[in-house]
């Protein structure tokens, strides 16, 4: 019979592997990448990939070494200005947008202050030193640097979709199961027409929302709380590419009423004609991917859509988007999804789309009744930036498979698409 | 025994006389008015005053001479344009920024305008001319009409304050009633502490909100739903100057951790100190106010504050803004609050404040479930602006009376402020 | 025999003439404007006529009355911040491109300054007090004025240009030598053509330049100086609208090699399409004037445009433009231009255009050999501004007669066209 | 005797180890940067070193590869946009501001670009394809490369001195004569004054400018011409750091009347407090330079200044800058100078400091009377920059050994300061 020592000793270790792990990950992601690619900032929203990998690295060092292993000396003082993203409580922080105009530290000093920071890690995760905290915020780290890896994905497609060299991100790094990534999948969907037989209803009543289980979760998840649902219906599918095509096709650009007031200034203003990474020539639309540029598939789920455009898509349809509480609604009380959403990396397996795209929903981002933030530094995580941003449900193709939770709460600003984002159409009854 | 006929006269001829009320008091608004104050335009959001006499009187030419009067000419083709807010279906409108780069037409050509239209709408009235839809939209435009006559107070507010004359309002022409204007009363009022004494508290449950009435509401404030609410309190009254003025002793505007992100950055970027009217002179702090610079009065409720500086106040007081649903609950179910309401142009009956400046609330201004927007060119009232704005509820000093109602959703944008705004503490229990 | 007292008297008598003379020029240029004409400005480099009017009686309350009449108390204070244009040494002032937000001082209250000043002026031109500076500002603060005076004809036309009401300044007002407005005249213009009857030659040596007489010049016309100039021809007329129209029509404005780098990133940025005041509709060019929209007068000189412009035309044509001391030697030693030019405005009595649009150079605005900028607070006046502005020589229809001379240096940025700026063709020999 | 053939072939192969030589230099510059280096554009008229390297080997490509040699097949047709810089007859070309957002290509794909276009090169100057233009253009080819070098080291101390890392540009690859970096040398410079027995005095008369030899120089150094210039003189050292901090200790950027009124503005808007690369730190001031920040060198020249605090030190010290044709006539006229400047890089040699850094002139650049502009596509080389820039003269411690020519104009726009500029300064007798 193991001793509580030894009980806690073998946790610790699984939690070691567990951040070993989620690390390597991340080193995976830019591992097909070259030296360049890590430098370049092509949009203020999008950051230089070695900004991830030592921001990401920075805040394990910040939050758990700094705090929790006595003596510990930081690798370089410059990276504590560099790699803080926007904690105003962490000191100074290097502006956003200037991420890109900084060549040092070069991408191999980075990687050595990974290995610096993951080697001090281990020696912690290997000691005895227990602190309740000390686990609390590791957690969270390692979700951290799992929301950076799908940010690695949007600014790595941005990056190279920007460029007209027609640069493609190394197939054999992009998982099999990614789905979305691979034409030959993604055409076997399914043709589906948006008719009766694919809605979904629910009935008026209180709903349970919010994370309730043992693991983990955000604290903007919290607390578990009753909603007031009226009836309404929300579609079994996506939005196709097909189906977002007859939107354009029908002048949906140029027709001011199916638009935010917001939404049409911006497409005015930014020349928006089509979704981000759509291009026509000679009459034929394509789709820039991480496996290069394709031939548009009509199949798959429109994506890299801003809110202003799943908002006037749906004007257009008759239709609206869904709450958010409903969209969580729907992905709590449909088994399938349910199952759908635990195998999500095998997508063969179902005909459904849950999990392909993010889906915009029509809900400002705001506190949960009762929300509490995180405590001290980390109370910059989330609460911060509940104003002008819409939340999205669902994940992504290219999100970790432990970030897929009904009660996950992803959110961007309206004009922004360069994240996987798509639409679910849903009405009331 | 009148006849039904002869009752609809009756009653047309009282819609005659709410019409031409309505129409005299945005005159008598603008009638302390130097010429030259009606043309400039010191900030994109503010309007010029006779764009106001304009828009408002192009409201009904288009949505009702146009359609409903037989062989209705218009004055000036050219209004078509240039009166225009912002509705696409009614053809091009005229820049907002730029409306402040037109000295024509002249303040007696839109006065003249004015006339027309309202010598069109008495004939109109009195006609026997008689269609469902077109008395319905009299309506919205008589609500229309009130809404700008508090745009206009706010509009000349800014215009007299950005200017360094020291320029002030005909104090004769500012309704008695209107004692937020009045340092006398303000004085008066009862000095209050934020004690426990102070809040009111409602428990959880299924609340009723939105317009149930059979009067005017907007389209916005329908259907009636219910919502789930949670154990809350909310202040019996507004924060003072005086309580506002120690959060800035507080380091309150140099403190990042009290502010939303978006907050922070407006602020560093716009180098604000103080609420929009404040000015400090040697040590002394003074206000702008409609009837010129006074000491600043610290027992007034504190206004014209964005939703970032609300937010960032509330934060430090370790409290929050309450939720649009605790607000519209707050003003119905306190029986003396109502009364109040009613009897708001009569301040001095009571002790209390609600009514004299509009609350921030943290709900992000969206749709109601069920919403069904306007039809027509009217569509566009309400819904496209349901993006990067928070809903203000209670109602302001300048507010016409008509335009009391507990389920009235006000909107901006969480960094304006030369609205009359100010704040209402709330808290979970 | 006159006691030089008596002299001295009647020559103070003589200036007072002119300078009541000048004022009243002024007055007369915005008798016809709307009180909200003189209150906008729909562009930052545009100021509201009545700002132009304050300005120009500061001028002489800043510069004479406060420093030349014993207890002399300013108008108003606040007068310093808002009138003041530019000068530093003179205190703060109000921000250029926010004139146009101050509804206040009213028009009256303007015109009671100007009163004020003139009555002061009057006082102080009848009394015995003599410094020499005082006179010497005195006529510096009359050509000061007048050029104020050539701007508000172009501020006007542009407040009047810019709204779609098709405003007509009243005729009545312009004085009929103003050939430039009248299209009667400009049609009785010769048909000219780029031949070479129509060039004149100088040859090469050493020239004089700059101003050598014994009336008013400003301080950057100063010293008489020698250059040294290469044979070149000037054209004998202006370019006229309609070989300006041939540019436009062979595809000027969407061929870069005719453009400077500067010039061609303008016009693609601001979509320039034509002169200022062109309109195209159905196929036919119109001009607005201060007489109102015209069909184009192909024979009139093109008026309104850019450096940017110009000097493409002049690409185009395989020309050049001409230097300013090109310019100014072809208006010196041409008798009969000369002759022209006393008798401008009578311009009837030739056939040449001398004096009808200010003509672009291509030579970038900077001090003579030996220049010394005027002392105390008008060193500002000129000096200060030699940075990438051009040289326009000439005059303009719209310049009062006493503006009028060879030495003249008017000067403006290369982008800037709501001048009477046109363009004179110049070549090598 | 050698047949006029093989003279030609020894000129030939003169010609091209010429070639090689100067893009071997090219290729030395940035040998000791890391590939990030290589990839960032902190500001937007800086260029990504690996832009440079694409861009000059374009040149070749474009203009004597594609035209002279048969079958020649380009490396990558993308490439003919991405390293077009602004020559519009060449096709697009890419946003300059935009250069930075370009990961790809990789260095080492532009280093074998740079390889392949070298070898056909070679091909064809050791090929009997002889064309007049050939020659010429590759002349120009080579001179354009070099003037990309000195933009290398100006870049790239912008790119190593933006970076808070503190980096240094690798020692052993400054050329041992660059001594304006060398800490040492400069500090053995002569204490010098601003005194009488330091101006060098020039008479009034004409001064021929312009190039006039038989080697190469730009079209717009021609043709020779003369000028007449009046009695000035010129300091024989350029301004020290030592003479310009104390403009800034007397308060220099805090008084508008040194400055025009674009620099005021510009200073102002910018926040400038100091040159370029000043650091201050606890009372101590340091410079950034290629070899890492120095406390400052009190007699080393002033450097990377704009023209706006050129011309307000002159204002302060009473002085003004020179023309540039004083500046042209002092380095034609000074014997010891004119062998200094062949000596440049030795500078150890002299005390004398011509050619350490590009001095400021007050002439704005434009065309030399009866300039012609290079035929075709080189017609955009030079003159559509004419204007909006100042012209500087004499060469800096960067540049190429042969781009020291007395009739050399270098210009940049009065507000940019990243090129290596400084004072000299100069007044009238």
């Known amino acids: 019979m193991l001793s509580s020592d030894s009980k806690m000793l ?24 070259a030296i360049e ?13 070695k900004w991830h ?30 790699f803080n993203s926007y904690y105003k409580s962490a000191g100074q922080h290097w502006i956003q947008s200037e991420r890109g105009n900084l060549s040092r530290p070069r991408v191999d000093e980075v990687l050595a202050y990974r290995a610096y920071v993951d080697h001090h890690m281990t020696l912690l995760l ?21 929301q950076h890896q799908e940010l690695l994905y949007m600014d790595i497609k941005f990056i190279l979709g920007v460029n007209p060299m027609q640069v493609t991100y190394d197939d ?12 030959g999948v993604m055409s076997e969907l399914p043709k589906t027409a948006l008719n009766e037989a694919n809605w979904e209803t629910f009935e008026e009543g209180i709903y349970q929302l919010g994370y309730g289980g043992e693991h983990f979760a955000y604290d903007n998840e919290s607390p578990r709380h009753n909603t007031y649902l009226y009836p309404f219906s929300i579609a079994k599918h996506t939005v196709s590419n097909g189906e977002y095509l007859a939107f354009i096709n029908d002048e949906g650009y140029n027709t001011a009423r199916y638009w935010l007031s917001m939404g049409w200034d911006w497409l005015v203003e930014s020349h928006i ?14 789709e820039f991917t991480l496996h290069g540029r394709h031939v548009l598939d009509l199949n798959a789920p429109v994506t890299h859509i801003s809110y202003f455009e799943a908002d006037a898509f749906a004007s257009w349809k008759g239709c609206r988007l869904p709450t958010e509480q409903e969209f ?25 789309d849950v999990g392909q795209v993010w889906c915009w929903t029509r809900s400002q981002y705001t506190a949960y009744p009762g929300f509490k933030p995180y405590k001290g530094m980390l109370e910059e995580y989330n609460g911060k930036f509940m104003c002008n941003q819409f939340v999205l449900k669902g994940g992504c193709i290219a999100t970790p498979v432990g970030h897929y939770r009904h009660s996950y709460r992803n959110f961007y600003q309206p004009h922004q698409r360069w994240m996987f984002s798509g639409i679910r159409l849903s009405k009331d009854i």
């Open 10 to 33: 073998s946790a610790r270790a699984e939690l070691l592997d567990c951040y070993l792990s989620v690390r390597n990950d991340t080193d995976d992601i830019c591992r097909p990448l």
């Open 37 to 49: 690619d890590h430098a370049v900032q092509p949009n203020a929203e999008v950051s230089p990939p």
């Open 53 to 82: 990998l030592g921001h990401t690295t920075w805040f394990f060092e910040e939050l758990i070494l700094v705090r929790f292993m006595p003596d510990y000396q930081r690798w370089n003082e410059q990276y504590r200005l560099l």
């Open 126 to 146: 290997q000691s005895d030193i227990d602190e309740p905290e000390m686990e609390e915020v590791l957690e969270i780290g390692m979700h951290h640097e799992q």
């Open 172 to 183: 054999s790094f992009l998982p099999e199961a990614k789905g979305l990534f691979v034409k």
């Open 328 to 352: 969580e609604v729907y992905l709590q009380q449909n088994p399938s999804e349910q199952g759908l959403v635990t195998e999500l990396h095998h997508p063969n397996n179902t005909s459904e």
């Open 273 to 286: 004609k089509h979704p981000l990474y759509w291009q026509q020539e000679d009459g034929q639309w394509y």
